[in-house]
């Protein structure tokens, strides 16, 4: 069964960057869309970027011109580039991918990742 695998979170100082990985554990032939979402403190799971497979990106507001989602399909792997991070994007990021089909043709409606988590604070 494939996983998607998050790294590349910990504790950042505001204004400070990361960058997450996603890493797919099988051999993807397509997709439809990757996406990162998180789920901070007393907050509800929000999405804060996706990638279609043409190359479509979206983002959250609050992340528009901080956060670059890109992807790697030789590599299997989708990234979130954060930059001046703040207190208010603490949070567990999880991967997710819509519509994964894997090389021997097992697809999936929907993937998610386990998360790494994210701590914005000086």
């Known amino acids: 069964q494939v996983r998607l695998v998050e790294s590349g979170g910990g504790l950042v100082q505001p204004g400070r960057s990361l960058r997450l990985s996603c890493t797919a554990s099988g051999r993807i032939s397509s997709w439809n869309a990757l996406g990162w979402y998180r789920h901070g403190p007393g907050k509800s799971r929000e999405q804060v970027a996706g990638i279609t497979s043409g190359g479509s990106t979206v983002y959250q507001d609050s992340v528009k011109g901080r956060f670059t989602i890109s992807r790697d399909n030789d590599k299997n792997t989708v990234y979130l580039q954060m930059d001046n991070l703040n207190p208010e994007d603490t949070a567990v990021y999880y991967c997710?991918?819509?519509?994964?089909?894997?090389?021997?043709?097992?697809?999936?409606?929907?993937?998610w990742g386990l998360g790494t988590l994210v701590t914005v604070s000086s």
């Open positions: 997710h991918g819509v519509r994964v089909v894997l090389e021997d043709g097992t697809t999936y409606s929907e993937l």
